[in-house]
């Protein structure tokens, strides 16, 4: 799925990035973590794919009706 102006970030389960909007949320370890962050703020942990793709979904037909 294309979603422009979207950046993906992967990280390990550590913040080795150094990247401060990363710092603190660390992989849960048993499946993949992701984040939906906008203007320094990020949401809670998503561990789900379908979750995850309706999430940026309704976050990019938002953001284009605006």
């Given at each position: 799925?294309?979603f422009?102006?979207?950046?993906?970030?992967?990280?390990?389960?550590?913040?080795?990035?150094?990247?401060?909007?990363?710092?603190?949320?660390?992989?849960?370890?048993?499946?993949?973590?992701?984040?939906?962050?906008?203007?320094?703020?990020?949401?809670?942990p998503?561990?789900?794919?379908?979750?995850?793709?309706?999430?940026?979904?309704?976050?990019?037909?938002?953001?284009?009706s605006?």
């Amino acid at each position: 799925h294309y979603f422009p102006g979207v950046l993906y970030i992967g990280v390990s389960d550590t913040n080795e990035t150094g990247i401060p909007l990363l710092t603190g949320k660390p992989n849960t370890g048993q499946t993949t973590t992701a984040y939906i962050c906008r203007d320094q703020t990020c949401g809670l942990p998503i561990l789900s794919k379908d979750i995850l793709l309706n999430e940026l979904q309704n976050l990019f037909h938002q953001s284009s009706s605006e």
